[in-house]
């Protein structure tokens, strides 16, 4: 059967890397959202705690309800409680301050030029007089850089307006005699971009990097933690001139043997029209068009590994490797190695 295999090494690696910038455990909160970027949520959980990490950052309900005492901090991105939680919630705008249930912990979102969430400077007054009146609990302010991986200086202006939001938010707090939160704005490739002991923010939210990879410019040690592999299904040999697939798009120009593999793209995978090559991981092409559950190469393996890399196949396909992680089907079986 068609697996994913989870390296604990790899992952373990990467967490230190990444510790070794924010300063310590403590400090990072280890993005799980979306099954843990596709590599699943249940078994990257365990792992996460073993290696020490206190803070974790969830999508929604659902899944932080799969955490169940793993961890001590668990922020939930967009959602709101159902009950009284002792979780973290960010509240994406001024009118989300409405909808959670007193003593409910915030974290506010400060929209420093993204404009996909969070308050503008101007709503601030309101929004910390909003969370005074219904008895919420301002645990800390947060903002998200939206070019930090890009080689450009508005990730400098952004950093700037952060850093201006940050003291205005503890200007307002002193006159209202309220204690100072904590602050957090990196990802991934921000955090990557700090220069040694410059990092100073009280949280990094480290995603994409904590699974091995930061896309754009960035140089790191970082290692894949996630490998995909197949099954073969069945094998056959074809003479010349035969083709293979849908729409016989693959025409051999050779006597060939070839096998079938239990992958398609029912499960995530990207789907090739066959127009345009693509290779398993030993460099092995895909022949023609990939089917729902299943795809043809050259061969007879008993398994083959599609990838232990997903950047040259984003690179490839023009997307990022958020993108081909983050839709491998939970139905694959996941194995940590
Ligand atoms: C997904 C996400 C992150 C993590 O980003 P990476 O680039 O994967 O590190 C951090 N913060 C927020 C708000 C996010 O949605």
Same mark, same amino acid.
């Given at each position: 059967?068609?697996?994913?295999?989870?390296?604990?090494?790899?992952?373990?690696?990467?967490?230190?890397?990444?510790?070794?910038?924010?300063?310590?455990?403590?400090?990072?909160?280890?993005?799980?959202?979306?099954?843990?970027?596709?590599?699943?949520l249940?078994?990257?959980?365990?792992?996460?705690?073993?290696?020490?990490?206190?803070?974790?950052?969830?999508?929604?309900?659902?899944e932080?309800?799969?955490?169940?005492g793993?961890?001590?901090?668990?922020?939930?991105?967009?959602?709101?409680?159902?009950?009284?939680?002792?979780?973290?919630?960010?509240?994406?705008?001024?009118?989300?301050?409405?909808?959670?249930?007193? *003593?409910?912990? @915030?974290?506010?979102?400060?929209?420093? #030029?993204m404009?996909?969430?969070?308050?503008? +400077?101007?709503? /601030? %007054?309101?929004?910390?007089?909003?969370?005074?009146?219904?008895?919420?609990?301002?645990?800390?302010?947060?903002s998200?850089?939206?070019?930090?991986?890009?080689?450009?200086?508005?990730?400098?202006?952004?950093?700037?307006?952060?850093?201006?939001?940050?003291?205005?938010?503890?200007?307002?707090?002193?006159?209202?005699?309220?204690?100072?939160?904590?602050?957090?704005?990196?990802?991934?490739?921000?955090?990557?971009?700090?220069?040694?002991?410059?990092?100073?923010?009280?949280?990094a939210?480290?995603?994409?990097?904590?699974?091995?990879?930061?896309?754009?410019?960035?140089?790191?040690?970082?290692?894949?933690?996630?490998?995909l592999?197949?099954?073969?299904?069945? *094998?056959?040999? @074809?003479?010349?001139?035969?083709?293979? #697939?849908?729409?016989?798009?693959?025409?051999? +120009?050779?006597? /060939? %043997?070839?096998?079938?593999?239990?992958?398609?793209?029912?499960d995530?995978?990207?789907?090739?029209?066959?127009?345009?090559?693509?290779?398993?991981?030993?460099?092995?092409?895909?022949?023609?068009?990939?089917?729902?559950?299943?795809?043809?190469?050259?061969?007879?393996?008993?398994?083959?590994?599609?990838?232990?890399?997903?950047?040259?196949?984003?690179?490839?396909?023009?997307?990022?490797?958020?993108?081909?992680?983050?839709?491998?089907?939970?139905?694959?079986?996941?194995?940590?190695?």
């Amino acid at each position: 059967m068609a697996r994913i295999d989870l390296n604990f090494e790899a992952y373990k690696h990467n967490l230190n890397y990444l510790v070794n910038l924010a300063g310590n455990i403590e400090k990072l909160m280890v993005v799980f959202k979306d099954n843990a970027y596709g590599h699943g949520l249940l078994q990257m959980a365990p792992l996460a705690a073993a290696v020490g990490v206190k803070s974790v950052v969830v999508r929604n309900n659902s899944e932080a309800s799969l955490l169940d005492g793993l961890f001590e901090n668990i922020l939930i991105l967009a959602d709101y409680p159902n009950s009284i939680s002792s979780n973290s919630y960010a509240a994406n705008s001024l009118e989300a301050l409405q909808f959670f249930p007193k *003593s409910t912990k @915030i974290h506010l979102k400060l929209d420093t #030029g993204m404009n996909r969430n969070g308050i503008k +400077e101007d709503e /601030l %007054k309101k929004a910390l007089i909003c969370i005074q009146k219904n008895g919420l609990k301002l645990e800390a302010c947060f903002s998200h850089f939206y070019s930090a991986d890009e080689l450009s200086a508005d990730f400098y202006v952004q950093k700037e307006r952060y850093k201006n939001f940050k003291e205005l938010v503890k200007q307002e707090l002193k006159k209202l005699n309220l204690p100072t939160p904590y602050f957090h704005s990196c990802n991934s490739s921000a955090l990557l971009r700090q220069n040694e002991n410059m990092f100073d923010d009280d949280f990094a939210r480290v995603g994409v990097a904590t699974y091995g990879y930061c896309d754009g410019f960035i140089k790191h040690e970082l290692k894949p933690v996630l490998s995909l592999w197949a099954n073969k299904i069945s *094998s056959r040999e @074809i003479e010349q001139g035969e083709k293979v #697939g849908y729409g016989g798009v693959f025409e051999s +120009e050779k006597r /060939l %043997k070839i096998s079938t593999y239990d992958l398609g793209y029912a499960d995530g995978l990207f789907r090739s029209d066959g127009k345009k090559e693509l290779y398993l991981k030993d460099g092995k092409p895909f022949l023609g068009k990939t089917s729902m559950d299943s795809f043809m190469t050259i061969g007879d393996d008993e398994e083959v590994c599609l990838l232990e890399d997903a950047m040259p196949l984003a690179k490839h396909i023009n997307t990022i490797v958020y993108e081909i992680l983050v839709k491998l089907s939970p139905s694959i079986p996941r194995r940590v190695i």
